[in-house]
């Protein structure tokens, strides 16, 4: 101790010189991997890289994404860093369907960190790897064919009609509501029906506990946001931090829920076509081995399956997380997708009223009924929920983690096992060479014409290839039939609490309005 008193302040200044010069001389090492490759890069910032605006909140996830998406316009494809962590930013479409479509075989994972004694509800098919995701994968698809899907869309309509109910009254008062919680207890209730075969009854009670339970799920706080980065890039911090990403409450009740509901069914012989069964067949099977041939009516969910087996074990924890996935995908997704639609519609109100148009002219040919080839027939409909998801993409970014080393065709660049790759679908969505105008909701955007002139992956709200989203149809059933039903009543416009223009959430990383969505309502004048 008496040393420390001693040292001189030309031996401190010293000292602090050396520990300067040597963490500089990291990061500039650090930040050397792109130079040395010959790759145009992002400056980074210490320490921080490319992600500063993110990493202090400054900035929504897709916000950030289009500013580095517009940094070298001309570039195929841009090295940036997330901390010190080299990443490779996919531009050109091409590009990008190489590494979701063509070259699958290199790009098979996610690259999300899971620790899945942590995080019982983390093995998911979103998080999972290689071959267990390829065999869980290929079990899962049967359930959100059109086929299956069609059978569970009176289930929907149940749902969709609890929700006009709820609307009819503070919609004949002219009231000002937050339209992504009220869609949201609609899509709450889909699922509920759809995958658990439960009433979730989300609309008519306050305090339903599954609703409930969806907004713990994206509850966060500016401590949570910074170590779910930290983790994202350093997966070893999970060790030092091991904070969990979803709170205890809804582990214990996901997995006390789901095991409930197979005892039931499976004790009182009941058996429904809907994900819930599937999860119980697949129990009742034990280990399943993924040699068997995969089957699906989607031929970009075909996977290359080698000889070699895996075998996957069926525990309570693993058919617990799918089916958290399912619910917390199903209704964040839809009721976003929905709410932000609403909101365009209602600062387009020629929009509004020509969907409107299109379903009355539709239903009149069905009896007035909604139904499921009815909401397939609109093609006004396809457009305007299409180009809110151009708009209002789910996830900003898609990422892939390289899962063998790979040569960039035409180029001498190799990425290495490990690396993260990110495609910017937020860049893509809002580049005026793919969409004119991009900050216009224009539905024609995906007029037949529009979709021919345009490279398939500038469009990529589902993501592309075998990791596309699994419940991308079920997804958009779902988010037309609450637009049908509520554009068949109501009228949506806005009001003093709108926000205009919207500011995203920075804390969370799919994409979500900081404030929430209020709309006025009224009773449609028939």
Known sequence: MGLLFETSPV????????????????????????????VRFISPVIPFGNIKDMILLRKATGEMLKVLYDEFPEEPFV??????????????????????????????????????????LGSHLLNLTGKKWRTLRSKLTPTFTSGKIKMMFHLMIECAEQLKDYLEKPAQNGEILEMKEAVAKYSTNVIGLCAFGLQFNAINESDSEFR???????????????????????PSAMKIFPMKIVPDEVNKHVIRTVKEVMEYREKNNVSRNDFMQLLIELKNKGRVHDDEPVKSEDKLDRTSHKETETNVEFTDNLLASQAFIFFVAGFETSSTALSFCLYELALNPEVQERLRDEIDSTL???????????????????????????????????????????????????????????????????????????????????????????????????????????????????????????????????????????????????????????????????
Not at 11 to 36: D, G, N, P, Q, R
Not at 96 to 108: A, G
Not at 219 to 225: G, M, Q, R
């Open 212 to 234: 409930r339970i969806g907004r713990r799920v994206f509850e966060t706080s500016v401590i949570a946001a910074e170590l779910r980065m930290l983790q994202s890039a350093y």
């Open 364 to 526: 009149e040919k069905y009896e007035g009924k909604i139904t499921y080839d009815a909401i397939q027939s609109m093609s006004y409909l396809d457009k305007v929920v299409a180009e809110t998801l151009r708009k209002y993409p789910p996830l900003p970014s898609l990422f892939r983690a390289v899962t063998k080393p790979y040569v960039i065709p035409g180029t001498s660049v190799r990425l290495h096992v490990g690396m993260k790759v990110m495609i910017p679908v937020c860049g893509l969505h809002y580049d005026p060479q793919y969409f004119p105008e991009p900050e216009i909701f224009n539905p024609e955007n995906f007029s037949d014409d529009s979709r021919a002139r345009r490279p398939h992956n500038a469009y990529l709200p589902f993501g592309d290839g075998p990791r596309n989203c699994i419940g991308m149809r079920f997804g958009l059933l779902q988010a037309k039939l609450g637009l049908c039903v509520l554009l068949s009543n109501f009228k949506f416009s806005v009001c003093d609490k709108t926000q205009l223009p919207i500011k995203l959430d920075p804390k969370i990383m799919v994409m979500a309005s900081e404030s929430g969505i209020w709309l006025r309502i009224n009773k449609r004048d028939m």
């Open 79 to 120: 090295g940036t860093y997330e901390l010190t962590k080299p990443m490779l930013i996919i531009r050109d479409p091409e590009l990008i369907k190489r590494v979701t479509v063509k070259d699958f075989s290199y790009f098979q994972d996610r690259g999300v960190p899971v620790n899945e004694e942590l995080e019982p």
């Open 11 to 38: 031996e401190w200044l010293t000292m602090a010189i050396i520990l300067f010069t040597s963490v500089w001389y990291y990061f500039k090492s650090e930040y050397s991997f792109w130079k040395k490759k010959g």
